[in-house]
């Protein structure tokens, strides 16, 4: 098992920045990936991007790419999200998840995101 612990998400005005945090622990080493994705109120949740453990491999979603960076710690057992150039289309609960192989396995309990316009 893996637990995921996420933290930063707050209220911030449009055009500001954040970084979110996602804390791993349990059975880390058989985490291939972790990933940042987003619920907004009344729509399906989407992806952001993932980070692979050991290279540190980053994809994003075309739409957010430029704006969000996802990084690591040397260990690989922090993840975070970097978000600048907040709007007020971000406001969403973000969650990060964790991946063995292939699927999202693992879930945190999700952080709100607001932004003010």
């Known amino acids: 098992q893996v637990q995921l612990v996420e933290s930063g998400g707050r209220l911030v005005q449009a055009g500001g920045s954040l970084r979110l945090s996602c804390a791993a622990s349990g059975r880390i080493l058989s985490v291939y990936k972790t990933g940042w994705f987003r619920q907004a109120p009344g729509k399906e949740r989407e992806f952001i991007a993932s980070i692979t453990r050991i290279r540190g491999t980053t994809y994003y979603t075309d739409s957010l790419k430029g704006r969000f960076t996802i990084s690591r710690d040397n260990a690989g057992n922090t993840v975070y999200l970097q978000m600048t150039s907040l709007k007020s289309e971000d406001t969403a609960v973000y969650y990060c998840?964790?991946?063995?192989?292939?699927?999202?396995?693992?879930w945190g309990q999700g952080t709100q995101v607001t932004v003010s316009s």
């Open positions: 998840a964790a991946s063995p192989n292939s699927g999202w396995t693992y």
